[in-house]
């Protein structure tokens, strides 16, 4: 099945806030460097934030000071905070790992509607 597993979009009015959840295998997760891609409805896949093994962070322009990527090397799992939520975020969210090889997970709609 998928290698990277995301979890926790949902539908959220404006200013609301969700946790994106992605669990990965401890072999990828161990080693490389993570990242949260999104995808709008007639738009081109976009990186929302990485995040590299030692922990250094790097943010789009439009969601800096909103959204907080991070990591728990004990449970293997990457999550976006996304706090201050605008309909403009609506999009499905992917996980993505890259090393050796590059993995996607399968994505979690958000939707930001009133």
């Known amino acids: 099945q998928a290698q990277l597993v995301e979890s926790g979009g949902g539908l959220v009015q404006p200013g609301g806030s969700l946790r994106l959840s992605c669990a990965a295998p401890?072999?990828?997760?161990?080693?490389?460097?993570m990242a949260w891609y999104r995808q709008a409805p007639g738009k081109q896949r976009e990186l929302v934030a990485d995040?590299?093994?030692?922990?250094?962070?790097n943010y789009r322009d439009s969601v800096k000071g909103r959204f907080t990527i991070s990591r728990d090397n004990a449970k293997n799992t990457l999550y976006l905070q996304m706090n201050s939520l605008k309909p403009e975020d609506t999009a499905v969210y992917y996980c993505?790992?890259?090393?050796?090889?590059?993995?996607w997970g399968q994505g979690t709609q958000v939707t930001v509607s009133s």
């Open positions: 993505h790992a890259a090393g050796r090889v590059i993995y």
């Open positions: 401890a072999n990828i997760f161990s080693i490389y460097a």
């Open positions: 995040i590299t093994r030692g922990g250094s962070t």
